[in-house]
């Protein structure tokens, strides 16, 4: 049976209005609840406190001389993937759209409370508490940019590259609980990798073929199918690269 009402859950990225018009036009899309992003400062206090001044200034010098430049250099190659996978990037409507400053927050709880969902899409949001996952009779479902249990955090696909382990270099469906990224899986997938692509374009691979796998996912749950699946994998967490790690890694393997 169609599930009657489907609400995004989602950070403010590039990334989330392909998310929204991918499910308006297979299914539909009730609300869409973007959460804010963290403020610079409130991020790096925290992410120091868990890696460490040292890490974190490497994390900083790589987003500011190596991803950002990269992305811009990429987009051309980023919209050829867009084409390729008819992914559509247009404005997400504003009546449509409720801003919260935390996924966690009361007002996120009230607005899922009153949209009463049957499934929840989460993108790119901070780790959602036990309150939220449990303030609903929804089932929550995660597109993770790697392959889980062993790319959990970030960068899955680069970190699997880097690690000569292309055969989970990918993307994940899975259920959400209250750890990260570590639901039971419904669905995962290799992507493609080119010669063209790199750190800046991983990600958008990862997304149209997550799309891809989210579909069935949804149609499965719709036939009141839930397969889980079960790999043998070790877990680990990952965080960005640092500007020297991956500047070894290129020099070393040629991972871009």
Same mark, same amino acid.
């Given at each position: 049976?169609?599930?009657?009402?489907?609400?995004?859950?989602?950070?403010?990225?590039?990334?989330?209005? #392909?998310?929204?018009?991918? %499910? &308006?036009?297979?299914?539909?899309?009730?609300?869409? /609840?973007?959460?804010?992003?963290? +403020? !610079?400062?409130?991020?790096?206090?925290?992410?120091?406190?868990?890696?460490?001044?040292?890490?974190?200034?490497?994390?900083?010098?790589?987003?500011?001389?190596?991803?950002?430049?990269?992305?811009?250099?990429?987009?051309?190659?980023?919209?050829?993937?867009?084409?390729?996978?008819?992914?559509?990037?247009?404005?997400?409507?504003?009546?449509?759209?409720?801003?919260?400053?935390?996924i966690n927050d009361i007002r996120s709880l009230q607005l899922?409370?009153?949209?009463?969902?049957?499934?929840?899409?989460?993108?790119?949001?901070?780790? #959602?508490?036990?309150?939220? %996952? &449990?303030?609903?009779?929804?089932?929550?479902?995660? /597109?993770?940019?790697?392959?889980? +249990? !062993?790319?959990?955090g970030s960068h899955g696909a680069y970190w699997a590259l880097?690690?000569?382990?292309?055969?989970?270099?990918?993307?994940?469906?899975?259920?959400?609980?209250p750890g990260i990224d570590t639901g039971n899986v419904l669905?995962?997938?290799?992507?493609?990798?080119?010669?063209?692509?790199?750190?800046?374009?991983?990600?958008?691979?990862?997304?149209?073929?997550?799309?891809?796998?989210?579909?069935?996912?949804?149609?499965?749950?719709?036939?009141?199918?839930?397969?889980?699946?079960?790999?043998?994998?070790?877990?680990?967490?990952?965080?960005?690269?640092? %500007?020297?790690?991956?500047?070894?890694?290129?020099?070393?393997?040629?991972?871009?």
């Amino acid at each position: 049976m169609p599930f009657k009402r489907i609400v995004l859950l989602a950070g403010k990225w590039d990334t989330t209005p #392909i998310v929204y018009h991918f %499910l &308006q036009k297979n299914f539909h899309v009730d609300k869409v /609840i973007i959460e804010n992003a963290v +403020p !610079r400062k409130e991020f790096l206090k925290k992410r120091i406190k868990k890696l460490g001044w040292f890490n974190v200034a490497g994390q900083v010098l790589f987003q500011l001389t190596i991803a950002k430049p990269l992305l811009k250099f990429s987009r051309k190659r980023v919209e050829e993937i867009k084409r390729a996978y008819q992914l559509k990037d247009g404005p997400i409507p504003q009546n449509t759209i409720e801003s919260v400053s935390s996924i966690n927050d009361i007002r996120s709880l009230q607005l899922l409370t009153s949209c009463n969902p049957d499934l929840v899409i989460v993108h790119g949001t901070k780790i #959602i508490s036990k309150k939220i %996952l &449990q303030g609903t009779n929804a089932t929550f479902i995660n /597109i993770h940019a790697g392959i889980t +249990p !062993r790319y959990r955090g970030s960068h899955g696909a680069y970190w699997a590259l880097a690690n000569n382990d292309k055969d989970n270099c990918g993307v994940t469906i899975h259920l959400v609980d209250p750890g990260i990224d570590t639901g039971n899986v419904l669905a995962q997938a290799v992507i493609p990798i080119s010669a063209k692509d790199n750190f800046a374009t991983y990600p958008y691979l990862q997304l149209a073929e997550g799309l891809n796998l989210l579909h069935q996912v949804i149609t499965e749950l719709e036939k009141g199918r839930k397969s889980v699946i079960k790999n043998d994998l070790d877990s680990a967490l990952w965080h960005h690269p640092t %500007l020297w790690g991956y500047l070894w890694t290129l020099l070393t393997k040629g991972v871009r």
